[in-house]
């Protein structure tokens, strides 16, 4: 199986769930706004350590949140993307 036929597997696979996608999607950015405003919080502190990490959980959940944004988007389009005849709903 090819690069492109796995990829577009998974692509339908993200489009037929999207709940887990919506789920993905709000864990990841409730992850990245936590963090946010605890660097908000306490930057009057000046912690370097705290800083570093902060931002580090911030960019984690960004980087998971990112496949639940493009499964949520993949659903809405799936008409177009795969086309009618295919959809299982």
């Known amino acids: 199986m090819s690069l ?3 990829i577009v ?3 339908k696979h993200m489009a037929y ?3 887990a996608q919506i789920k993905r999607l709000a864990i990841g950015t409730g992850v ?4 946010i405003l605890l660097l908000i919080m306490v930057s009057h502190w000046e912690i370097r350590w705290l800083f570093y ?3 580090v959980i911030t ?6 949140a990112i496949p639940g944004y493009i499964g949520v988007w993949v659903w809405r389009m799936r008409d177009v993307l795969f086309g009618k ?3 299982k709903q």
């Open 4 to 6: 492109k036929n796995k």
């Open 9 to 11: 597997e998974h692509l």
């Open 17 to 19: 769930t999207p709940k």
């Open 32 to 35: 990245s706004t936590f963090s």
């Open 53 to 55: 990490l902060l931002v």
């Open 59 to 64: 960019s984690l959940g960004i980087l998971y």
């Open 85 to 87: 005849e295919d959809n």
